[in-house]
Nanobody, 121 residues
Framework: QVQFVESGGGLVQPGGSLRLSCAPS????????MGWFRQAPGKERSFIAG????????WYDDSVIGRFTISRDNANNNMYLQMNNLKPDDTAVYYC??????????????WGQGTQVTVSS
């Protein structure tokens, strides 16, 4: 299974922005649907955004719609999550993974270490 490496997390104030990046540790993910997940303290990991193989179709959970944007650059083997207007409730470890669907969490690859996002004043 392909494992992914997430980066770009950090500490940000409410209303701030971050851009997360995701890259596979081995081969490319060009033909796979991909997704971003997050796990807040004491909660289960949840699916928050998905994108199809070409980047032409996306889906967002209600909790992030209008604030987060998922995108991918297949030529450079990367996927991104632009997060704007961050809220304390967005505090979580963020993970990326290949996903069977665009609008439903069904991860295929192995989980990486994730990247911590903390939203606090």
């Amino acid at each position: 299974q392909v494992q992914f490496v997430e980066s770009g997390g950090g500490l940000v104030q409410p209303g701030g922005s971050l851009r997360l990046s995701c890259a596979p540790s081995t081969r490319t993910f060009t033909t796979n649907n991909m997704g971003w997940f997050r796990q807040a303290p004491g909660k289960e990991r949840s699916f928050i955004a998905g994108i199809n193989w070409s980047g032409s179709s996306t889906w967002y959970d209600d909790s992030v719609i209008g604030r987060f944007t998922i995108s991918r650059d297949n030529a450079n083997n990367n996927m991104y999550l632009q997060m704007n207007n961050l809220k304390p409730d967005d505090t979580a470890v963020y993970y990326c993974n290949s996903n069977e669907y665009i609008n439903h969490g069904a991860p295929i690859g192995s989980w990486g270490q994730g990247t911590q996002v903390t939203v606090s004043s």
